[in-house]
C-alpha cells in the first residue's frame, strides 16, 4: 500500500520561513515526478511546485516563485518543499503528490496526473 506523509506544517509570521516534508512507504520516488498544491479555505486546490524524478527539471507557480524550493532525496524517499519569505497568502493546507514516469524526466503541473496523494499538512502564516 503506498503512502505519503506530509509533515513539517505549522503557525508561522509573515516573512518566516518553513520546510514540509513528504515521505512515502510502499514506493520509491527514484522514477517518480513529484508535486506540491495548496488548498486555501473556500478555494479550489492549486499547484505549487513540481520536479522531475532527476531534479533536473522544476517548475514553480508565479506566486511562489523565488520563495519557495521543491526538492528530493531519493535515498530517504522523500521530497521537500522549503518555503522562505512566507505571506499570509500562503496560509492553506499542503498536499504532496507523486505519478510514477518510468520513461520521460519530466514535471507535472496538474493535479489530474498525479497517482498518489498525501494527507496535507496546515501551514498558518500570521500577518
Known amino acids: 500500500q503506498v503512502q505519503l506523509v506530509e509533515s513539517g506544517g505549522g503557525l508561522v509570521q509573515a516573512g518566516g520561513s518553513l520546510r514540509l516534508n513528504c515521505a512515502a512507504s510502499g514506493r520509491t520516488f527514484s522514477r517518480d515526478a513529484t508535486g506540491w498544491f495548496r488548498q486555501a479555505p473556500g478555494k479550489e486546490r492549486e499547484f505549487v511546485a513540481a520536479?522531475?524524478?532527476?531534479?533536473?527539471?522544476?517548475y514553480y507557480a508565479d506566486s511562489v516563485k523565488g520563495r519557495f524550493t521543491i526538492s528530493t532525496n531519493n535515498a530517504k524517499n522523500t521530497v521537500y518543499l522549503q518555503m522562505n519569505s512566507l505571506k499570509p497568502e500562503d496560509t492553506a493546507v499542503y498536499y504532496c503528490?507523486?505519478?510514477?514516469?518510468?520513461?520521460?524526466?519530466?514535471?507535472?503541473?496538474?493535479?489530474?496526473?498525479?497517482?498518489?496523494w498525501g494527507q496535507g499538512t496546515q501551514v498558518t502564516v500570521s500577518s
Open positions: 503528490a507523486a505519478k510514477g514516469v518510468y520513461f520521460s524526466d519530466t514535471y507535472y503541473i496538474s493535479g489530474h496526473d498525479y497517482d498518489y
Open positions: 520536479t522531475s524524478w532527476s531534479g533536473t527539471s522544476t
